[in-house]
């Protein structure tokens, strides 16, 4: 901030002093406060109610309508933190959060994120924060490395990573990047011939970002899945669909095949899946959000089998690798089609670096122009833990999954719906071992608004092939086996209490 | 994390100890350190060459190609970051940053993204985060309301805002909902009939969101510029090109006017574009990135007068509201339009509240569904500061810049090239008062190479209507008015060098 001009009415008139936003000592003592804020949040997660139980609209009534003319406190400030959000909140870290997929947290990503923001770069090209570029370059071949991902994934190799938002992000990256392909091939009036392929229980946000992209949405094929398959994409009925458009004369272009379903974390069978969409030419994406953290352990790297025969990967590191919201790692086998498809070259960008020495320019990876430092947190994690322990919290997760698996076993009133691949189980009330879908459907039902109207957890369900069923995902970082045990505790003592009520 | 199962042979045989990567109180003692950290980088940040003097490759030699199997010390970590990240940052934050548009930043803003991070929330729906939601409704109220945006933007009216990454994603949503509606009238066969209309001064990214999201690269219209207009859009040349795609049976979309370009801060006028655009029935969407946070102050409102009658408007407070990266703000006039192209419903994301209480549920106003709680920022913000300081804020940038803008008109070597509307100057050296554009661009490249190499200043240039110009951005956090004159007379220190050489 510059000093004011006293020779200037209109500041000399302004009610409040020269204004300093970043003063280097005050934010020293304002950060130091909030780490305890934070840590003292932390120490007491496990009191709050998991699920948050306000009503909507609850917050607009507390604040005022508009932003106040004078400054306020840092205290009357964090105060409010206490009062008027903390309650509002549904605390994704509480170790009692089994709901959806955890967002798993670390203190090295926590320090990571702290130094990219202090830093606060913008690194859409190379020469506007050189460490950032070549930071990320490094930690997505480290990450390719754990998950023994072919060289043609890898800067070392022939291919690259980058760092997205979200999966969402990087799919339309990597579909905007097979399209541009294609449509080079046979014109951009043919676009209404381009079809994608994902299954029934491939992500939301896959029919989303197809319909973002321009793609028809007469042409996006869901593939339908079976219990008897575990709900994964069935390499056959691919084929036969793919061979029914090429003989409508369309253009196949797009598979999302998906290595741990966010419903029940279905595999679908990767290998089987690219031999069939490389004979037609269509671009492959594993969507390995969840999951793919789990193949840095040997044990269940065979998920990722067939991974050289893909055109891209992603994994959200803030699913499972402690990393915090919001990272998502793509790697391409040919970044040239990406960057073909999305670069921009402004005259107020253009520097010799990028255009004599070749160096990677991050903004023609992704949507937007602007870029955080994100690789910070991947770099401060790997380091900070090494490998040995990012493995041993993967194991520990899955561990937990098995213990709980076993107390479901244990009870007959119960049936596991899915088998468990990772840390999620989906399962259900069952208590006469009926087949009545509409009223088991109403049971478990029940049972979950009275698991989550006591607080004490936070479940989720979801419906696979008609089938209602409880979610129980383990892995919120502070979440120990007496929480698994608890939580397991809580379901038996509202089930007793809803069939009691039901007799 | 779990315990470790003794009785599983996999487990003991872990080269490490049972792993937590989060204990409260380690947490506490590492963030402390590195919020002292960031302090004395603050602190010494003057020191630092602007502009970072590594070349490409720099990095990879130095770190090892694998990650670590084994954790390393958070010291050992931290003294890397000193020795091997810092030479490679171009320091965004310097005081001497004067290039591109700055990216500012404040204490409060920080500590807003520490609670962010730290709560690691996830606001796909209401249900999933209520305060995220609700508190992020609360401050896009507050903030159109410090704009003078009409209600039809504001929850509190008909509209509402929402909170993105980039501008980028801000203007694929607002394109998205567009053309969706216009499909729907006309049908997805007729996809390359739509047309979409920019400036040569709009940003680079419009281009790239148009093909993104499936416009025809031929209907990408550029309407031209002129400097007798100070390079804003013409109101009866965008008419005339509308009127003429209109004649050749296409459909005028959506239309991208800018409040502050990339390159010289200009402004289109923007209600006598709406004006057009509404007599077409075109979706007008105003991108206020740099230029909109000046809005605050009512000298500057005067640039959104028109606003009432756009579809959409984006700002950036990373830009200029002392936000750190990445934050963008998006109001919509008809947030259903929106809903409607993006939303998805998957079983496992159903509740009652989104069903029962038509609560907003953020992940239907996004490209992605994952969502940080990017609100506490802007909160912080507003509360810490007040309308009073965050109005000097901008008043004291400008102010600098017209010091800046003094000098040169002080020095007859110099010119100014477009009028300083905001807190940007273009100009160049001419020393001659010559007209070749040739010899001025290689003249003002040297310059601006001999400025940058030193390493005490960083500024950029850019090219509009054929000339070449140096673009001086007043407005990182920690400039004051002496690191402007220490850069002015650096910029006359590398002109007498320069114009010394070439006699």
Same mark, same amino acid.
């Given at each position: 901030?510059?000093?004011?001009?006293?020779?200037?009415?209109?500041?000399?008139?302004?009610?409040?002093?020269?204004?300093?936003?970043?003063?280097?000592?005050?934010?020293?003592?304002?950060?130091?406060?909030?780490?305890?804020?934070?840590?003292?949040?932390?120490?007491?997660?496990?009191?709050?109610?998991?699920?948050?139980?306000?009503?909507?609209?609850?917050?607009?009534?507390?604040?005022?309508?508009?932003?106040?003319?004078?400054?306020?406190?840092?205290?009357?400030?964090?105060?409010?933190?206490?009062?008027?959000?903390?309650?509002?909140?549904?605390?994704w870290l509480?170790?009692?959060f089994?709901a959806y997929f955890p967002a798993t947290v670390?203190?090295?990503?926590?320090?990571?994120?702290?130094?990219?923001?202090?830093?606060?770069?913008?690194?859409?090209?190379?020469?506007?924060?050189?460490?950032?570029?070549?930071?990320?370059?490094?930690?997505?071949?480290?990450?390719?490395?754990?998950?023994?991902?072919?060289?043609?994934?890898?800067?070392?190799?022939?291919?690259?990573?980058?760092?997205?938002?979200?999966?969402?992000?990087?799919?339309?990256?990597?579909?905007?990047?097979?399209?541009?392909?294609?449509?080079?091939?046979? @014109? %951009? $009036?043919? *676009?209404?011939? &381009?079809?994608?392929?994902?299954?029934?229980?491939?992500?939301?946000?896959?029919?989303?970002? !197809?319909?973002?992209?321009?793609?028809?949405?007469?042409?996006?094929?869901?593939?339908?899945?079976?219990?008897?398959?575990?709900?994964?994409?069935?390499?056959?009925?691919?084929?036969?669909?793919?061979?029914?458009?090429?003989?409508?004369?369309?253009?196949?272009?797009?598979?999302?095949?998906?290595?741990?379903?966010?419903?029940?974390?279905?595999?679908?069978?990767?290998?089987?899946?690219?031999?069939?969409?490389?004979?037609?030419?269509?671009?492959?994406?594993?969507?390995?959000?969840?999951?793919?953290?789990?193949?840095?352990?040997?044990?269940?790297?065979?998920?990722?089998? @067939? %991974? $050289?025969? *893909?055109?891209? &990967?992603?994994?959200s590191p803030h699913k499972w690798?402690l990393c915090f919201l919001d990272?998502? !790692?793509?790697?391409?086998?040919?970044?040239?089609?990406?960057?073909?498809?999305?670069?921009?070259?402004?005259?107020?960008?253009?520097?010799?670096?990028?255009?004599?020495?070749?160096?990677?320019?991050?903004?023609?990876?992704?949507?937007?122009?602007?870029?955080?430092?994100?690789?910070?947190?991947?770099?401060?994690?790997?380091?900070?833990?090494?490998?040995?322990?990012?493995?041993?919290?993967?194991?520990?997760?899955?561990?937990?999954?098995?213990?709980?698996?076993?107390?479901?076993?244990?009870?007959?009133?119960?049936?596991?719906?899915?088998?468990?691949?990772?840390?999620?189980?989906?399962?259900?009330?069952?208590? &006469?071992?009926?087949?009545?879908?509409?009223?088991?459907?109403?049971?478990?039902?029940?049972?979950?608004?009275?698991?989550?109207?006591?607080?004490?957890?936070?479940?989720?369900?979801?419906?696979?092939?008609?089938?209602?069923?409880?979610?129980?995902?383990?892995g919120a970082t502070?979440?120990?086996?007496?929480?698994?045990?608890?939580?397991?505790?809580?379901?038996?003592?509202?089930?007793?209490?809803?069939?009691?009520?039901?007799?």
């Amino acid at each position: 901030m510059g000093s004011i001009d006293a020779n200037n009415g209109a500041y000399t008139a302004s009610p409040v002093a020269p204004f300093k936003s970043l003063d280097p000592e005050d934010f020293r003592k304002q950060a130091h406060r909030m780490v305890d804020f934070i840590a003292d949040y932390y120490k007491n997660i496990e009191n709050y109610p998991v699920l948050s139980q306000v009503e909507p609209g609850y917050l607009r009534s507390k604040l005022p309508e508009t932003a106040p003319y004078l400054p306020e406190s840092f205290e009357n400030i964090l105060n409010d933190i206490q009062k008027d959000i903390i309650p509002g909140m549904t605390h994704w870290l509480s170790p009692n959060f089994f709901a959806y997929f955890p967002a798993t947290v670390s203190s090295a990503a926590f320090l990571g994120e702290m130094l990219c923001t202090g830093f606060n770069s913008v690194g859409f090209n190379w020469l506007a924060s050189p460490a950032a570029t070549e930071l990320e370059m490094v930690v997505m071949d480290w990450l390719a490395n754990m998950l023994k991902l072919p060289e043609s994934f890898m800067f070392s190799g022939t291919g690259g990573g980058v760092l997205q938002g979200t999966t969402s992000e990087a799919i339309l990256c990597t579909l905007i990047a097979a399209r541009d392909r294609v449509l080079g091939e046979i @014109g %951009v $009036e043919n *676009v209404g011939k &381009l079809v994608v392929y994902g299954s029934d229980q491939t992500h939301s946000f896959f029919i989303k970002t !197809c319909k973002l992209a321009g793609i028809f949405p007469c042409n996006i094929r869901i593939i339908p899945t079976t219990a008897e398959a575990n709900f994964s994409m069935c390499p056959s009925a691919l084929r036969k669909q793919i061979e029914a458009d090429v003989a409508d004369e369309l253009v196949p272009l797009f598979l999302c095949a998906t290595v741990g379903t966010t419903s029940t974390t279905a595999i679908d069978p990767v290998s089987l899946l690219a031999e069939v969409a490389n004979e037609f030419n269509v671009w492959i994406h594993v969507d390995a959000a969840y999951a793919g953290s789990a193949c840095i352990c040997p044990e269940f790297r065979q998920y990722l089998d @067939g %991974v $050289e025969r *893909v055109d891209s &990967l992603s994994l959200s590191p803030h699913k499972w690798f402690l990393c915090f919201l919001d990272c998502c !790692c793509l790697w391409v086998r040919k970044p040239d089609l990406m960057v073909r498809a999305l670069s921009t070259n402004p005259e107020y960008l253009k520097n010799k670096r990028s255009e004599l020495d070749n160096v990677v320019d991050f903004k023609d990876w992704q949507i937007g122009t602007g870029r955080r430092f994100r690789a910070l947190r991947l770099w401060l994690i790997m380091r900070s833990y090494g490998i040995a322990n990012l493995q041993s919290h993967i194991r520990s997760d899955v561990q937990m999954a098995k213990m709980f698996e076993g107390f479901v076993k244990s009870d007959p009133r119960f049936e596991i719906v899915v088998p468990r691949a990772f840390s999620l189980l989906c399962f259900r009330l069952n208590p &006469l071992g009926g087949n009545n879908a509409i009223c088991l459907e109403l049971l478990n039902k029940k049972l979950l608004e009275l698991i989550n109207s006591t607080g004490r957890v936070y479940m989720t369900h979801t419906k696979v092939g008609g089938v209602y069923m409880l979610r129980f995902a383990v892995g919120a970082t502070f979440t120990e086996d007496r929480h698994v045990y608890a939580a397991w505790e809580l379901i038996k003592e509202c089930t007793n209490a809803l069939l009691k009520e039901n007799h």
